[in-house]
């Protein structure tokens, strides 16, 4: 066989895998497209499109409609994105599922590629993407327009300034690079989290690419554009954050306590997927409290290891800080931790050398990832 046959042979596999990660997708969120366009903060976005009708108004960061919702931030990405649908479609629901279905379809086929790169075997970074496209609370997350509008869209912008980054660092084509920067200072414009994108490429440099970590070199310069570009929406943010809850209601010793709880709440659901009881909940949380150390110490022998465990832990630190409230009405907030969560687990199952192990664990996985969430969502 000559290398043009299997280079060939090898994109087949990946547009068929790239077309089952659509098909799958389309026909099991077809019942969204029955939803109506709702309440909520659907309408709170849907007022604010009325109201800021002009450039002028969407792109002004002091503007404030008086109403609790988007007018307490400054997201004119969003803005711009309902407004072209309010315009065009009112409240004609099926538009709008329509476009978050195809930004699901987008983010996943990122995620196949992005989690590819640890994984380095396309059954493996199949499944992890697959368990990521059907993952129950995701399927509720993408069912909410508001929620895909900002969690999905925020999340294409994170997960494409990451892959385009990690292809500069492999390829050192400027080109990556610079449209890294591109998509990251759009994203800081759609929501402002995208900016936490900084720590997750800093602790993938450190890991995989900086031998010598104390040492300052002109390679570390490439982190300099990413901190400039996020200083708008940093400050902007700063300037409109008036009486958050962070330094009221959870200040000092509560915050820390508080952050835990919902530390330990976000991998309960990632690993449970629905509500449990009080027990299975410590049960998880002595888990988890005695496997990430572990992981880690495992993760000094394999960098990809080690920065999946890292980006896991640093998704829902970023993410613990937007939630106040139960995560199961707030599933949106494990969109992107489920990315890491599923890249982690196949990871480590394609990684085990030992073939009745690898075929055993593998199966465990496919039921768990895979066949739990479709019965949760076609029953």
């Given amino acids: 066989m000559t290398i043009s046959q299997i280079k060939n042979n090898k994109t087949i596999r990946i547009l068929l895998i790239l077309l089952i990660l659509i098909i799958s997708i389309t026909f099991l969120y077809k019942p969204h497209f029955e939803s109506k366009f709702g309440g909520g903060d659907n309408l709170e976005w849907y007022q604010e499109v009325k109201e800021r009708n002009t450039l002028e108004k969407i792109f002004d960061y002091k503007y404030y409609s008086g109403r609790f919702g988007p007018s307490s931030y400054f997201n004119p ?27 699901h379809i987008i983010n996943t086929i990122i995620v196949f590629f992005l ?19 059907i993952y129950y609370l995701n399927f509720e997350t993408i069912g909410w327009i508001s929620a895909t509008i ?16 990690i292809k500069y660092f492999q390829t050192k084509n400027k080109f990556f690079y610079l449209s890294s920067l591109l998509t990251f200072a759009v994203g800081t ?3 402002e989290y995208v900016v936490f994108v900084i720590p997750i490429l800093l602790v993938y440099y450190l890991i995989t690419q900086k031998k010598m970590v104390l040492k300052f070199i002109k390679t570390d310069l490439i982190f300099l554009p990413y901190l400039i570009l996020s200083l708008p929406i940093i400050l902007i943010t700063f300037a409109k954050l008036n009486t958050s809850a962070i330094v009221t209601t959870w200040g000092g010793f509560n915050l820390g306590i508080h952050m835990f709880y919902r530390f330990t709440n976000f991998v309960n659901y990632l690993i449970t997927i629905v509500p449990v009881s009080f027990v299975i909940q410590i049960a998880v949380t002595a888990f988890i409290l005695f496997s990430f150390p572990l992981l880690i110490y495992c993760g000094l022998k394999d960098k990809n290891l080690l920065f999946l465990i890292v980006w896991l832990v640093l998704l829902i630190s970023i993410y613990i800080y937007s939630n106040f409230r139960d995560i199961y009405s707030l599933a949106r907030y494990l969109y992107l931790p489920s990315v890491a969560w599923f890249g982690l687990l196949y990871y480590i199952t394609a990684n085990i050398r030992n073939k009745k192990t690898k075929i055993i664990t593998s199966f465990c996985l496919i039921n768990y990832t895979i066949i739990l969430n479709l019965f949760l969502i076609l029953r």
Wanted: aromatic fraction near 22%; include cysteine.
């Fill in 150 to 165: 900002t969690t999905g869209l925020a999340a294409f912008f994170i997960l494409s300034t990451l892959f385009l980054s």
């Fill in 115 to 133: 989690l590819k790169t640890f994984i380095k075997n396309n059954f493996f970074s199949f499944g992890a993407a697959l368990s990521f496209a």
């Fill in 189 to 191: 414009f759609t929501k």
């Fill in 77 to 103: 990405v969003q803005l711009l994105v309902w407004r072209y649908m309010v315009t065009h479609y009112d409240k004609n629901h099926y538009p709008y599922h329509l476009l978050c279905t195809l930004i």
